[in-house]
């Protein structure tokens, strides 16, 4: 087998991005059912949070390829 | 292990998985070729899109009526989820106005681009190329900067770098943090985002539909109708694809606002 050792770094690393964003939208999700008119207020905050975190995931994925 | 031995127990010339290679599509252009003109497949779909956007609205808002019609209601509504749900909700109720023409422009540029990767025979995201992602985040980063000092003068650095109310002793350090995760990691994971999502999505694409044509055309007898799992789930991935695509669009505009937001705030 032939292959390179990042990608399994990558695949690795993306576990904390996931985790990550799994937080915040289940966050987003409770506050929105406990109560729904705050959804406005919450959406971009929820995905300001994804953005963030996402960041982690995404740098890992450039240095899977380019180091 | 049956997936590791599939490829060496078919024909000798094997799977070839995409590489990101076919990406980057033979230039159009015949003339200097040689000398690389740039002009791509990329840089078509771009000119279509501005195309397209500008024939929409323009058709959209020609004749303004009262009572809009069905196109007129269609670019009305697009106009005012930009202005009210990203302008007005985090640049504020005072001063959002002069920069709902930077995001909306922002947001269907990206979004007509983004969408071209589901559309068949266009097929493929212009922002999988790099050089279109680097451009839109530039243009926000000058943006946000210019915004930032015109507002505050030269102080506007040591608003952005230097938090209110943190100790002194440790104070350095949250500075060189703050400098590094503003003006170089934030246009970083600005641009990058919009492309590395665009990239993987279109690469998942090619590589099911790769192994369907591997698997149905090439593999063993009794691996072939392992294809119509492989066409499945590349129609499934298409479908999401759909969905990160505009909503890729939707947070890349939105953390335009919040930057310029963050570059008209008072205090850090």
């Given at each position: 087998m032939e292959g390179n050792i990042n990608l399994v770094g990558y695949g690795l690393s993306a576990i904390g991005g996931a985790i990550g964003v799994g937080l915040v939208f289940a966050a987003y999700i409770n506050g929105v059912a406990r109560q729904p008119e705050a959804q406005r207020v919450l959406q971009p905050i929820a995905f300001l949070g994804l953005a963030l975190t996402e960041a982690l995931a995404i740098l890992g994925l450039v240095f899977a390829f380019v180091l | 292990m049956i997936a590791l031995a599939l490829p060496a127990a078919a024909n000798e010339g094997g799977f070839v998985p995409p590489t990101l290679e076919d990406m980057h599509l033979p230039e159009i252009l015949p003339w200097a070729a040689e000398?690389?003109?740039?002009?791509?497949?990329?840089?078509?779909?771009?000119?279509?899109?501005?195309?397209?956007?500008?024939?929409?609205?323009?058709?959209?808002?020609?004749?303004?009526?009262?009572?809009?019609?069905?196109?007129?209601?269609?670019?009305e509504m697009s106009y005012n989820f930009v202005r009210n749900s990203v302008g007005k909700d985090i640049i504020g109720e005072r001063d959002y106005r002069p920069y709902v023409p930077l995001l909306f422009s922002l947001f269907f540029f990206i979004l007509v681009n983004n969408l071209f990767g589901s559309i068949p025979l266009l097929q493929i995201p212009t922002p999988s190329h790099v050089g279109t992602a680097y451009a839109l985040a530039g243009i926000v980063y000058i943006t946000w900067i210019v915004l930032g000092l015109k507002k505050h003068g030269i102080g506007y650095f040591k608003l952005a770098v230097v938090p209110a109310g943190v100790p002194k002793a440790i104070l350095p350090l949250i500075v060189i943090i703050e400098i590094i995760s503003t003006f170089l990691v934030r246009?970083?994971?600005?641009?990058?985002?919009?492309?590395?999502t665009m990239l993987a999505g279109h690469l998942i694409i090619m590589l099911s539909a790769a192994g369907s044509e591997f698997l149905i055309m090439d593999a063993d007898f009794w691996f072939k109708p392992l294809g119509v799992l492989t066409i499945a789930g590349g129609v499934g991935m298409y479908m999401f694809e759909i969905l990160i695509q505009v909503l890729q669009a939707y947070v890349f505009v939105l953390l335009t606002a919040i930057y310029i937001q963050g570059s008209l705030a008072e205090e850090h």
């Amino acid at each position: 087998m032939e292959g390179n050792i990042n990608l399994v770094g990558y695949g690795l690393s993306a576990i904390g991005g996931a985790i990550g964003v799994g937080l915040v939208f289940a966050a987003y999700i409770n506050g929105v059912a406990r109560q729904p008119e705050a959804q406005r207020v919450l959406q971009p905050i929820a995905f300001l949070g994804l953005a963030l975190t996402e960041a982690l995931a995404i740098l890992g994925l450039v240095f899977a390829f380019v180091l | 292990m049956i997936a590791l031995a599939l490829p060496a127990a078919a024909n000798e010339g094997g799977f070839v998985p995409p590489t990101l290679e076919d990406m980057h599509l033979p230039e159009i252009l015949p003339w200097a070729a040689e000398y690389g003109t740039g002009f791509g497949k990329q840089m078509l779909l771009v000119l279509l899109s501005v195309a397209l956007i500008a024939w929409f609205f323009l058709a959209a808002s020609r004749r303004g009526q009262l009572v809009p019609g069905k196109l007129q209601h269609l670019g009305e509504m697009s106009y005012n989820f930009v202005r009210n749900s990203v302008g007005k909700d985090i640049i504020g109720e005072r001063d959002y106005r002069p920069y709902v023409p930077l995001l909306f422009s922002l947001f269907f540029f990206i979004l007509v681009n983004n969408l071209f990767g589901s559309i068949p025979l266009l097929q493929i995201p212009t922002p999988s190329h790099v050089g279109t992602a680097y451009a839109l985040a530039g243009i926000v980063y000058i943006t946000w900067i210019v915004l930032g000092l015109k507002k505050h003068g030269i102080g506007y650095f040591k608003l952005a770098v230097v938090p209110a109310g943190v100790p002194k002793a440790i104070l350095p350090l949250i500075v060189i943090i703050e400098i590094i995760s503003t003006f170089l990691v934030r246009p970083v994971t600005h641009s990058l985002r919009l492309f590395a999502t665009m990239l993987a999505g279109h690469l998942i694409i090619m590589l099911s539909a790769a192994g369907s044509e591997f698997l149905i055309m090439d593999a063993d007898f009794w691996f072939k109708p392992l294809g119509v799992l492989t066409i499945a789930g590349g129609v499934g991935m298409y479908m999401f694809e759909i969905l990160i695509q505009v909503l890729q669009a939707y947070v890349f505009v939105l953390l335009t606002a919040i930057y310029i937001q963050g570059s008209l705030a008072e205090e850090h």
